[in-house]
């Protein structure tokens, strides 16, 4: 069964950068462009962060971009601001309609 | 504008079912796929599957394959997500959401309905 691949958890200080990766267990992220992310509140609806790898829906800051090397989709974040503590989800296609999500990450502003 | 509007809170017994509503309005209702996303607090975010209110065909995640059944009503713009023999890991909020055509991200969601299950 496919899978994508998230750390648990990551942290950053205000102003600084992290990177959330996404790794696949197979083909799933390698060889596609249906890679997104959203960032998720409990209780609240996810948000869209960013689409087919490295779009960004109107709305959301150029402090968040995406990128994709071989099988490994990333989340960056730059400026980090006490807002941004969130659990972020990466999400893909893996075919025959066919979607998965990875296992989450939880971003701690320190 | 589009608009995802789910039923609200259950509590469900272990071994019960559940059906979750999602009536959506602002686009044409047979257009586009229902997509069914469950948060749980041990398992994050989990796809479980679509299904197509023009032919209503469905699509279900391997992990939900035998117990989750998926519906719809045309006439009133809504889908259904029924789950079936239900135990205490099913506690979870239960969101319905849209892809739109050609696409591959959820645009819309809905607010989410909490389920708990629990004897």
């Known amino acids: 069964q496919s899978a994508l691949t998230q750390p648990r958890s990551v942290s950053g200080s205000p102003g600084q950068s992290v990177t959330v990766s996404c790794t696949a267990t197979?083909?799933?992220?390698?060889?596609?462009?249906?890679v997104s992310w959203y960032l998720h509140h409990p209780g609240k609806a996810p948000k869209l962060m960013i689409y087919?790898?490295?779009k960004r829906p109107s709305g959301v800051p150029d402090r968040f971009s995406g990128s994709k090397s071989g099988n490994t989709a990333s989340l960056t974040i730059s400026g980090l601001q006490a807002d941004d503590e969130a659990d972020y989800y990466c999400?893909?296609?893996?075919?025959?309609?066919?979607?998965?999500f990875g296992g989450g990450t939880k971003l701690t502003v320190l | 504008q589009v608009q995802l509007v789910q039923s609200g809170p259950e509590v469900k017994k272990p071994g019960a079912s559940v059906k979750v509503s999602c009536r959506a309005s602002?686009?044409?209702?047979?257009?586009?796929?229902i997509h069914w996303v469950r948060r749980t607090p041990g398992q994050g975010l989990e796809w479980m599957g679509w299904?197509?209110?023009?032919?209503?065909?469905?699509n279900y995640a391997q992990n939900f394959q035998d117990w989750v059944l998926m519906t719809r009503d045309t006439s009133f713009s809504t889908a259904y997500m029924e789950l079936n023999r239900l135990k205490s890991d099913d506690t979870a909020v239960y969101y319905c959401?849209?892809?739109?055509?050609?696409?591959?991200?959820?645009?819309?969601w809905g607010q989410g309905t909490l389920v708990t299950v629990s004897s």
């Open positions: 959401a849209r892809i739109g055509r050609g696409k591959y991200f959820f645009e819309y």
């Open positions: 602002g686009y044409t209702f047979t257009d586009y796929y």
């Open positions: 299904i197509n209110p023009d032919t209503g065909g469905t």
């Open positions: 197979s083909s799933d992220v390698r060889g596609y462009d249906y």
């Open positions: 087919d790898v490295n």
């Open positions: 999400f893909s296609y893996v075919g025959d309609s066919y979607w998965v």
